[in-house]
């Protein structure tokens, strides 16, 4: 027999190098299916192929008593694993699949891996050879020569998005503009992934979702997001991921016989996939909740003196169906990961839904509750999109090394807001941006729920409670505090002062609050009320910073009642 892994490589250039959003929707599509549905019409005949439902195998010559020419293990996640009855009709599948997807998907890196195994029903080593295969994949991922393009001979137009020769014209937009191979196919495939976004929103057990999304489309282009003209023209890119999944995965079925393990990884699969799912669905159906409370085709939000504070305006896909641009569109999933843009205000609080959904729908999974990180990059609507995916990814992994550091059990979220752009790593950035005399004026990245280590103040509810005093969305008359949200110059001068230090802080409270103390947001840090800092660490920096960056989907987001 002859074990077969797929995988894909520089994924992050190919699906989000491009500022047009329909060419990273195409190029997504063309990543989910180069690893899930082309991989499995590729294979042998399928008649000549047992499906993921037949496990009725009992000896060491099941292929070839029953003729079959491969078993998919499992596909999912980015990767496929199946056995083939001998070498050669895996290096034939090989062959002939990767020709296939170097005239369908150009440019597109799949990286495949064979070898040996020995099939024995009694035994319990698949799943060790399947652990041995990923580990021989990696080095050859990280050893393989990269061919250099052959970016074209004479008199040749260069492609605006990847710099390859052009070989046709696009004219979806007004102006049109050269394409090469690579992004005709992104482009031909549009159509399809928006097939595959509506069917994936509508499946399971979610009939009810189809009513949510009456009236909705998922944008085509960042412009359809939802933003406002000028100085709201942000967009944020989020990418989550689910909490310690690769270790959770190569745990399925570690010591059971080789067809019990199938089996296993099979359910798994499967459940890892229905739980993302329905965590996706639900964080829509939050959003269409909140546009449902402004009639559907926008969102205020407003303080409680009623003051507008920030407003999102769908945008009408046309007059005839009366239909609006959700200000939401995914880019990656269909696993325990997820990529989404959506307008910068809901970025913060459309992750920290997913991430709560996450946990909420992975109660079902076998071996207990998940949970999961994300990074939220909030940046100008033309900024280059591969630097705000990186972004977001780099943020993500912050918050998942501060989670395995303090050895913490909840989901992280980490953000950050690129203004003018990022100079350098995230890491100097911050010293130069948040790092003061004084100490760290940000408390990111930070728990979703309580933080259970000594770092109690970093954990969200204690910004989401700044943010709720200084949005002014609940009245707490035993604070006394000022209506933060009508005087924009005192909010102003208290992030200054907190740049400047805790006598900086103290003279603020002199001058604006007849020296009352600031709001308390954190029980543990009781000198903030006082100084604003506490140690190495000032309060209220970051909810001052969002105050026009968050739209929460439930009111108030403070824990304070």
């Known amino acids: 027999m002859q074990l077969l892994i797929i995988d894909t ?65 499992y596909a999912g996640g ?25 005239k369908t998907a150009p440019n597109l890196q799949v990286v495949f891996w ?18 041995a295969g990923f580990r021989q994949l990696a080095q050859k991922k990280a050893s393989r020569t990269y061919s250099a393009p052959l970016l074209g001979l004479g008199v040749t137009q260069m492609c605006r998005s990847t710099a390859f020769p052009a070989v046709d014209v696009s004219e979806i937009e007004a102006d049109t503009y050269p394409i090469s191979r690579e992004v005709q196919q992104k482009e031909k495939k549009f159509g399809k992934a928006k097939d595959r976004l509506d069917s994936y929103m509508r499946q399971g057990d979610r009939d009810w979702l189809a009513t949510y ?10 412009d359809d997001l939802g933003r406002s003209e000028g100085e709201q023209s942000h967009i944020a890119v989020v990418h989550a991921d689910g909490d310690g999944m690769g270790q959770r995965f190569r745990q399925v079925g570690a010591d059971l016989p080789n067809r019990e393990y199938i089996q296993a990884v099979r359910d798994y699969s499967r459940k890892v996939q229905e739980m993302a799912q329905a965590a996706l669905q639900d964080t829509v159906k939050a959003l269409v909740d909140q546009l449902g409370q402004h009639g559907g085709d926008k969102i205020e939000h407003r303080s409680a003196f009623g003051d507008l504070l920030a407003e999102v305006v769908l945008r009408q896909v046309d007059e005839e169906t009366g239909e609006y641009y959700l200000p939401f569109r995914p880019i990656v999933f269909g696993g325990d990961d997820i990529t989404f843009v959506c307008d910068g205000r809901l970025g913060l609080s459309l992750a920290l839904e997913f991430i709560r959904q996450f946990e909420a729908h992975s109660v079902k999974l076998p071996d207990g509750q998940a949970t999961a990180s994300a990074g939220v990059a909030i940046v100008k609507s033309r900024y280059p999109f591969a630097q705000a995916y990186s ?58 729920g309580p933080n259970a280590s000594k770092e109690a103040h970093r954990a969200w509810p204690v910004i989401a409670e700044g943010v709720t005093i200084f ?3 609940h009245r707490k008359p035993e604070q006394k505090q000022p209506n933060w949200s009508r ?33 308390e947001v954190a029980a543990s840090m009781d000198s903030w009320t006082e100084s604003g800092w506490q140690g190495e660490w000032g309060g209220y920096f970051d909810a001052l910073e969002m105050m026009d960056w968050f739209i929460p989907l439930h009111q108030p987001e403070g824990g304070t009642k």
């Open 9 to 73: 490589a520089q994924i992050q250039g190919y699906v989000f190098g491009s500022n047009r959003l329909r060419e990273n929707i195409g190029a997504s599509y063309l990543v989910a299916q180069a690893t899930g549905e082309w991989a499995l019409t590729h294979l042998p005949t399928p008649n000549n192929v047992r499906n993921a439902q037949e496990s009725n195998l009992d000896d060491d010559k099941w292929i070839e008593r029953d003729g079959l020419a491969a078993e998919v293990i």
């Open 78 to 102: 980015g990767n496929v694993v199946a056995l083939f009855a001998d070498a050669p009709k895996a290096e034939d599948y090989t062959r002939t699949y990767s020709r296939w997807l170097l």
């Open 114 to 131: 064979h070898g040996p195994f020995t099939w024995d029903d009694n035994k319990a080593d698949l799943h060790q050879a399947v652990q």
């Open 213 to 222: 999304l009456n009236g909705y489309q998922f944008p085509r282009d960042f």
């Open 391 to 448: 972004l977001s990814a780099e943020l993500a992994k912050e918050a998942k090394t501060y989670r395995r550091g303090n050895d913490l059990k909840s989901g992280m979220i980490d953000w950050h807001f690129a203004r003018s752009g990022v100079l350098g790593k995230l890491e100097k950035v911050r010293e130069r941006e948040y790092q003061t005399q004084a100490g760290k004026l940000t408390l990111r990245p930070v728990t979703v």
């Open 471 to 473: 949005q002014d969305l």
């Open 487 to 519: 005087r924009r110059s005192k909010v102003k001068a208290l992030r200054e002062a907190l740049r400047a230090g805790p006598a900086a802080v103290r003279q603020f409270r002199a001058k604006f609050l007849n020296n009352k103390h600031l709001p």
